[in-house]
């Protein structure tokens, strides 16, 4: 092998390791975000109808369970549309926001 075919072997798999940003990753939240609304409601309404069974209540807990699915299905695609997770960066993120206001605060008190 030459040097020329190294360098673009480097090149090639540069490329495949460092996707660009395209139409494919935006479907691909629009389809996270609807599965985790749909997996919320389901989840929820399970829970309802559940306890509806086992306390003999028929479309009370059904109903109120199936509201508390859509409110935290809405929450959660409102996290992923600000990029706020569980992990690790969660924390993060809210302690940059902490100090952005801190530091924002100190330059109005400077003035």
């Not at 798999?13 to 997996?39: D, F, T």
């Not at 919320?40 to 009370?60: F, Q, R």
């Not at 299905?73 to 992923?80: D, K, P, T, V």
Request: aromatic fraction near 10%; glycine fraction near 10%.
């Amino acid at each position: 092998m030459t040097q020329d075919d190294l360098k673009n072997f480097e090149e090639k798999l540069k490329k495949h390791k460092e996707p660009e940003p395209s139409e494919s990753s935006n479907s691909r939240e629009g389809v996270q975000a609807g599965i985790e609304l749909v997996a919320a409601i389901g989840v929820c309404v399970a829970i309802g109808y559940g306890l509806d069974k086992w306390l003999e209540t028929k479309p009370l807990f059904l109903l109120i369970w199936f509201f508390i699915g859509v409110a935290v299905g809405f929450y959660n695609i409102y996290r992923l549309s600000k990029n706020m997770g569980y992990g690790v960066g969660y924390s993060q993120l809210h302690q940059d926001k902490k100090q952005d206001k801190s530091s924002s605060e100190n330059e109005e008190s400077d003035i």
